[in-house]
C-alpha cells in the first residue's frame, strides 16, 4: 500500500500518450484520481472508493464525505446531502443509513447538516425526523428550547393571555381589560360606564365604575371621560352623560348633578338639550321667562329690531301707513298701493273701495283713495289705477263701479265715453239686438233695416224674397217670378216650383198642384198647361203627381 502526502497545494496529473506524429497531455475524469507520474494510459485513473468523491478533472486524490452527507457509489462526482429532518456527524459515511433521524427536541429544515437545531421556545418536537417545530396553541407558552411535549406548552396564568401561537411567554393584561381564566387567548374589555388604569388585571373587580362627574361610553377604556359641557353625570358607572334640558345650560366641564344646569335668563333662550350656552332671543321676538325654551314672537301688526328683548314691550305697533300681517317681525311693511293704513298696529291694510284708485304706497288715510273720473270706472276694490270706460259703453258719472252699456240699436267704437250721447244710432242698413256694443250689425239677405236704431231687421213677407245685404227699404224685397214661390218671411231667394205643381202668378206663396187625372215631370212649371192627362190605360187618383199608374188588368182606364 502506497503512502501520499498530501501538498499544500493542488497538484494536477496529466496522462501522456505518444506516437509517430502527437504527444499531449490528458487529464483525469471527475470521480477519478492518479497517484502516479508518467502514465501513459487512462486505466491510470482510478475511480474514487465509496466514502469520496471528486468534483474536479486530474486530481491525484479524492476527497473525503463530509459531515452531513454520503457517499454510496465507486466514482462519485459529488456528495448525496442527508435529508431534511435527519443528521450526520461523521465524515467518509458510505451509505444513507449514516444519516440519522433527528431525535425528539430537535429539528432539520434544511439538507446536509451535521447536527439538529434544539426545538425552539414557544415550539414542540415530540417525534423524530422532524422537519419544522410544531409551535404551542393559543393561550399558552413555552420558555425552554428543546421540548420533547405539547406538555412544555404552559397555560398562560390569570393576568395574562397570548392570541399568537407559538410564543414564549405571555403578554400581560393590558389596561381597560382583565384576564380572569387561565389559557386566556384574548384579554377581556371592562364594560360601559368603567374603566381600569392597571395591567395585569385578574378579575373583573380591576374594572372600576366611573365616578360622579364622569363616564365611559365604550368598553375596554384605562380612564373615564370628564363629563362634557351642557350634561351632568350624577352617578357611578354613567355610561352616557345626560343632557341639560331645553331652557338650561351648562359652561363647565364634570357636573356632578343637574344643578349644574342653569336656567337662561330672561332675554335669551334654549331650544335644544345639552347647550353650553343659551341663545340671545332673536329680532322679531321677545323672552320675557327664565329658562325659556323658544322666544315668544312679536304679535301681528308689531315690530321689533333689537335682539334679546326681555318684555313684550319691546315690540313696537306698526304706525299708520304700515302694517304687518305676520308675527315674530323685525320691521313693518310700507302700506302697498291700492289700499291704506289708518291705524297703528294695523295687521292688514285696508282696501280702496269699488269706484276708486290709489297709486300711492304708504297712505294713511282713506281720504288716498280717489274717485275715479267720468270716462273710467273700477269694477274692485284695491286697484291702484281706474280702468278706461270700454267700447260700446260709457262711464258719466264721478266714482264709476261699473260702465253703463250703450242701448239696443246703438253703438260706441270709442273708449273712455264720459256720455251717453257717446252712443250712435244704427244707420238704415243695420241693427242691433244687444246692449254695449261697439259697432252696429249688417241687415242680412231677406230681410230690410229701412230706420235708424233698428233693434232687429224686417223680413221680407211670403212670396217675396232679398238676396242682398245693407237693404234699407222694403223695396229690396222682390216678388218671386213665375215657376217659383216663398211660403215663409225672411227669404234669400224663391223655392223652384216642384214636379206635379205649377206656379203661375209672381210672388206665390205656394205651388199648384196638377189635378187628379194629370201628371207634370218637369220643375220651375209656369201655366196649367203643363198639367198632362194621362193617357189610355193609365190613371191618376190623386192631385199633384209627377207620372201616372198603370190601370190595373181587367179595368178599364179612359
Known sequence: MNTFVLLPYIITVFLCTSSRETSAQQSCPPGTYNTNIGSNSPQACAKCPVGSYNQYSGRISCTTCIWGYYCDTVGATDPKPCPIGTYNPTTRSVSSQACLKCPVGSYNQYIGRFSCTPCIWGHFCDNVGT??????????????????????????NV??????????????CIWGYFCDTVGATHPK?????????????????????????????????????TCISGYYCNSVGVTDPKPCPVGTYNPNPGSLSSLGCTKCPVGSYNSYTGQISCRTCILGCYCDTVGANNPKPCAGGTYNPNIGSNSSRACVKCPVGWYNPYTGQISCRTCISGYYCDVVGATD???????????????????????????????????????????????????????????????????GSNSSQACVKCPVGSYNKNTGAFSCTTCMRGHFCDTQGATGPKPCPAGTYNPKVDSTS??????????????????SSCTTCIRGHFCDTPGATGSKPCPAGTYNRKVRSTSSRACIKCPVGWYNRLPGQSSCLKCPTGRSCV
Open 159 to 172: 393576568g395574562s393571555y397570548n392570541q399568537y401561537t407559538g410564543q414564549p411567554s405571555c403578554t400581560t
Open 189 to 225: 374589555p371592562c364594560p360601559i360606564g368603567t374603566y381600569n388604569p392597571n395591567t395585569g388585571a385578574i378579575s373583573s373587580q380591576g374594572c372600576v365604575k366611573c365616578p360622579v362627574g364622569s363616564y365611559n361610553s365604550y368598553i375596554g377604556q384605562s380612564s373615564c371621560r
Open 131 to 156: 422537519i419544522h417545530p410544531k409551535p404551542c396553541p393559543l393561550g399558552t407558552y413555552n420558555p425552554s428550547t428543546g421540548s420533547m411535549s405539547s406538555h412544555a406548552c404552559l397555560k398562560c
Open 349 to 415: 291694510p285696508k282696501p280702496c273701495p269699488l269706484g276708486t284708485q290709489n297709486p300711492n304706497r304708504g297712505s294713511s288715510s282713506s281720504q288716498a283713495c280717489v274717485k275715479c273720473p267720468i270716462g273710467w270706472y273700477n269694477p274692485y276694490t284695491g286697484q291702484i289705477s281706474c280702468r278706461t270706460c270700454i267700447s260700446g259703453y260709457y262711464c258719466d258719472v264721478v266714482g264709476a263701479t261699473d260702465p253703463k252699456p250703450c242701448p239696443l240699436g246703438t253703438y260706441n267704437p270709442n273708449r
Open 474 to 491: 222694403s223695396h229690396a224685397c222682390i216678388k218671386c217670378p213665375v215657376g217659383s214661390y216663398n211660403k215663409n218671411t225672411g227669404a
